[in-house]
């Protein structure tokens, strides 16, 4: 029996369901197993793949959740793009640890981070919908989150066939993004 997990060019190791598991800010070390994480889940066609250069320059928005055997079996990033809003991105966790709430852990550390930085606004983009509403975002379009948020997307190659939805949740509701209107 193999110790691995594979999926195209895939190797994911195999874990342990019931290790414990910590949550921490990612290191140098852990870029290799983000990659692996999320090139899973990319190549299964459920989120963006994330180069290795990508994950280096933004290694400190990421935080990951190392189990006791030392393997990353979640990953996940607040992206800061502007003042006022933050995007939660590169959520993954081993097909192996789905179901345990790891995902949810991730996501309320981002959260968490976005409110200690007085960000009041937070969004990603998800084929996961319900994962996120069952954490009080809410379903969005680009046009309604600032043109920062949207300017990112042309480098995007599925720009024109996205297929993820835009979900936010106000974190300040009297400091958050407001669309201005015609006629002010």
């Not at 997990?5 to 290790?19: D, H, M, Q, S, Y």
């Amino acid at each position: 029996m193999s110790d691995l997990i594979e999926l195209g060019t895939t190797l994911l190791p195999k874990v342990r369901r019931e290790a414990n598991v910590e949550l921490r800010k990612a290191r140098i070390k852990d870029v290799e197993q983000i990659y692996q994480l999320i090139k899973y889940w990319a190549e299964r066609g459920l989120m963006l793949v994330r180069s290795h250069n990508h994950l280096y320059e933004n290694l400190r928005d990421f935080f990951v959740l190392e189990d006791e055997d030392g393997h990353i079996v979640g990953s996940g990033a607040l992206h800061i793009l502007w003042h006022d809003i933050a995007e939660v991105r590169g959520l993954a966790i081993h097909p192996e640890r789905q179901g345990q709430g790891l995902g949810r852990w991730i996501a309320l550390a981002a959260e968490r981070e976005a409110k200690d930085l007085g960000i009041p606004q937070i969004f990603a983009w998800t084929l996961q919908v319900r994962f996120f509403t069952s954490l009080g975002y809410h379903v969005t379009t680009r046009e309604a989150l600032p043109p920062k948020v949207y300017a990112e997307c042309s480098a995007c190659p599925f720009y024109d066939n996205c297929r993820e939805i835009g979900v936010t949740k106000i974190l300040s509701p009297e400091e958050a993004y407001k669309r201005p209107t015609a006629g002010f």
